[in-house]
């Protein structure tokens, strides 16, 4: 039986020129004196930082790892990127990643978010805005990148990352501990119809997957979680308002708007997300 990686402790270190960040990490790990069997160094899809991961019982391998780029990281060893699987954290993760990049494409977009049961999860998006306004196009991002055949995805390296998860099934723990052991289970992940009258067909996202596997089970986030992680998102500093998401629960039959803006300046608090129910 496959066992959950069991996090120690993590910490974010500052990104350098170049790969000398995994050559300079080795001095913050001697000042820590963890008891661990190995340490995994990666490089964050959400964040450019670097990140050391301390993990006991690793299910991954037999020896230290060095990971210098994000894509083949993600085609390895997906799963070292979600840091707790318990909480529901790294659930809500996975949905922010979608949707900040479907949102950095087309500022002003409404997306929808269906939250199933057995941790299925529907990402859409269509045209117009709760008030029946006009979407604002920010003309920012990057050209559209086509993975597979079955899936063109935005070219957002976040979004990138967990589609190529999703869609290739071809990394270390799969191959080693077989099938039914992948953080992202096969399922479906397709293109989306073209639904989104004011959106080129091609930005409009459909993206369907089901997080978190028996063997290695990733915990549920709550709405309030995916709310929480969803209400403010750093961006280009002009776009201020950057859509709507509807957040569909079928698990509790509750769905909420939630208004997508820049952090206001300063300390801020996302414990009440001015999210309206209906």
Request: proline fraction near 7%; aromatic fraction near 8%.
């Amino acid at each position: 039986m496959v066992k959950s990686p069991t996090i120690i402790r993590w910490q974010k270190l500052p990104k350098r020129r170049g790969n000398s960040d995994f050559a300079n990490i080795e001095k913050y790990a001697s000042k820590w004196s963890l008891c661990a069997p190995r340490t995994i160094l990666v490089q964050s899809p959400f964040e450019t930082l670097c990140i050391m991961i301390v993990v006991s019982d690793c299910p991954y391998g037999e020896y230290d790892i060095e990971i210098l780029s994000v894509r083949d990281s993600v085609l390895k060893r997906p799963g070292m990127y979600f840091g707790d699987l318990h909480d529901g954290t790294a659930y809500a993760g996975t949905i922010q990643v979608l949707v900040h990049s479907a949102l950095s494409w087309q500022i002003g977009a409404n997306v929808g978010i269906r939250l199933k049961s057995n941790n299925e999860v529907e990402l859409y998006c269509y045209g117009g805005l709760p008030q029946g306004d006009k979407p604002h196009v920010h003309r920012w991002g990057r050209p559209i990148e086509v993975i597979t055949k079955e899936l063109a995805i935005l070219g957002d390296y976040g979004l990138e990352c967990c589609s190529v998860a999703c869609s290739h099934m071809t990394w270390e723990i799969r191959d080693q501990f077989a099938s039914g052991t992948a953080v992202f289970e096969e399922g479906y992940c397709r293109s989306a119809v073209k639904s989104a009258p004011d959106l080129p067909a091609q930005l409009c996202l459909g993206v369907a997957l089901k997080v978190g596997t028996p063997a290695i089970p990733m915990a549920p986030a709550t709405l309030a979680q995916i709310v929480h992680v969803l209400r403010y998102m750093s961006g280009p500093a002009e776009a201020g308002y950057w859509g709507c998401v509807t957040i569909e629960d079928v698990r509790t039959r509750v769905t909420l708007d939630v208004l997508v803006t820049d952090p206001p300046p300063g300390p801020y608090s996302r414990e009440s997300p001015g999210s309206v129910s209906r």
